[in-house]
């Protein structure tokens, strides 16, 4: 008997789910040896009930399961000794020179986390490293990510230019109801560069279209002094330029991102929106520097769906929550200000997929059952060992760099 544990998130505002119900139900039919314990939550989008009712145990103990899943990291003091855990832990980014030990959960020490799975002989297994040959990943939060990023900050540039805003999406709690609202909404004047070509990138793409700006390319965005509303997105091919000139190249970029440097500014002449919904590694270059943005004329906002912590846009300080979702950033001084039009308006929520759990949960359930368990249940082809970190509380070659980073003092 194979047994699956779903553990309550430790996050209040976090309300998503690895496996939804229907997910408990399809994976209890393929694998009739499998037994899935759901811990009870009050706070999760879909109810202990609706477990129940698809032959899942709802029990507070997890201690007798195989495999504990997670969304956001968990807090050090629960994790059950001598158990594989998988959930997005956020050190995969971590360098010997702390950048990016801020990603993740606000508060969360990950140098604790990570000793804590050492000593207590935990298997980790982050969802964000479960990749295929061409390092793309086989699940995630992103399409939903971009999706309800680009709802906020195109409700942050009504708020900045003191129009209407729409309803928050986590008020409205339905991808469709986020439809509805955008096709109410015209948007004048409004001209929006984006970054990627990943998941996120195509969320933030995905919603755009419904809306009554115009989708232009990269070379007319350049030029496009006579158009007044429009989006453009830049992939990395565009975003990013080798630093001597040779053809850019995906794969290279991939394993040597520092030999780029980026030619955002060639594109940011009229932008009034920056989203940014690429991911970043923190050996690639930044997108732009804080000088850069006194060239930026017509910058008002950026929606920063990344939200790196100093990492690819300089600007995003800190994250910010679905409660409160933005703040404002005087470029000169560089502090975060009190409520102001002439400053630039940052968007930086870290749990963006949380404001629509039940439709982003579903998404990535359906991810897990597809593409990840099946080869942890059964056999791997070698997905899941590449995404272990840590086996038995030690860290396997390809991670030794996270080992690194917390013995160093």
Known sequence: MFKIGIIRESRTDDKRTPLVPKNVKSLLNKFNNTKIIVQPSETRCFSNDEYEKESAIID????????????????PNRLIPNKTYIFFSHTAKIQEDNSAVAQGTPGMDK????????????????YEN?????????LGFGRFAGIVGCYNSLNLYLLKTNQEQMPRAYELDSYEKLIENIKKKNFKNLKILVTGDGRVAKGVLEFLKLT???????????????????????????????????????????????????????YMQNINLLISSHYWDPKSPKLFEKKDLFNFKKLEVIGDITCDINGSIPTTIRSTT?????????????????????????????????????????????????????????????????ATITYNGKFLPSYNYIRDYINKK
């Open 111 to 126: 140098k604790k986390l990570l000793n804590e799975i050492q000593s207590k002989n935990i298997t980790l297994i982050d």
């Open 322 to 386: 679905i409660k409160d979702p933005y703040f404002y950033l005087n470029i000169e001084t560089f502090k975060e200000v009190e409520k102001n039009y002439n400053d630039l308006a940052i968007m930086a929520v870290d749990n963006l997929p949380s404001e629509l759990p039940r439709d982003s949960s579903e998404e990535f359930g359906n991810g897990l059952v597809n593409h990840v368990l099946p080869y942890i249940i059964q056999q791997d082809d070698g997905r899941i060992k590449k």
């Open 60 to 75: 507070e103990n997890l201690s007798e399961c195989d495999i504990i899943l997670g969304v956001k990291e968990i807090e």
């Open 130 to 138: 479960i990749r295929d040959n061409l390092s793309r990943r086989y």
């Open 212 to 266: 009554n700006l115009k989708n232009i390319t990269p070379k007319e965005c350049i030029s496009a002094n006579n158009l007044s509303s429009y989006y453009c997105n830049l992939p990395t091919s565009k975003y990013v330029i080798s630093k001597d000139n040779k053809q850019f190249d995906l794969q290279h970029f991939i394993r040597f991102p520092n030999l780029y440097k980026s030619q955002l500014g060639s």
